[in-house]
Nanobody
Framework: QVQLVESGGGLVQAGGSLRLSCAAS????????MGWFRQAPGKEREFVAT????????YYADSVKGRFTISRDNAKNTVYLQMNNLKPEDTAVYYC????????????????????WGQGTQVTVSS
């Protein structure tokens, strides 16, 4: 069992930055690929970014590529999402998720690949 707690959300002006953190419980954090997803009001949840359990591979949605950076610290059981040059369309509840993978460099993009989810943190970008 893995419990995930996100933090770092808030209100920011367009062009600004935020860093989200996701702290995981348990001693098996390094066995999971970690992903960030988001859900805007009235829209379906969408993939944002993922990092392999080894930390050597990442993958981003086209909408955030070049602006967001995902990273992880396995010693601290924490995954981060650095978000720069934020846009109003980035406004959403952001969720982190953990998914077991067989290959250490796997970067799953489907939410079906993730077994554990956090409660979410709100990010609001004003224009």
């Amino acid at each position: 069992q893995v419990q995930l707690v996100e933090s770092g959300g808030g209100l920011v002006q367009a062009g600004g930055s935020l860093r989200l953190s996701c702290a995981a419980s348990g001693r098996t954090f390094s066995m999971y690929a970690m992903g960030w997803f988001r859900q805007a009001p009235g829209k379906e949840r969408e993939f944002v970014a993922t990092i392999s359990r080894s930390g050597d591979n990442t993958y981003y949605a086209d909408s955030v590529k070049g602006r967001f950076t995902i990273s992880r610290d396995n010693a601290k059981n924490t995954v981060y999402l650095q978000m720069n040059n934020l846009k109003p369309e980035d406004t959403a509840v952001y969720y982190c998720a953990a998914g077991p993978t067989y290959y250490s460099s796997a970067v799953p993009r489907s939410d079906l690949s993730y077994d554990y989810w956090g409660q979410g943190t709100q990010v609001t970008v004003s224009s």
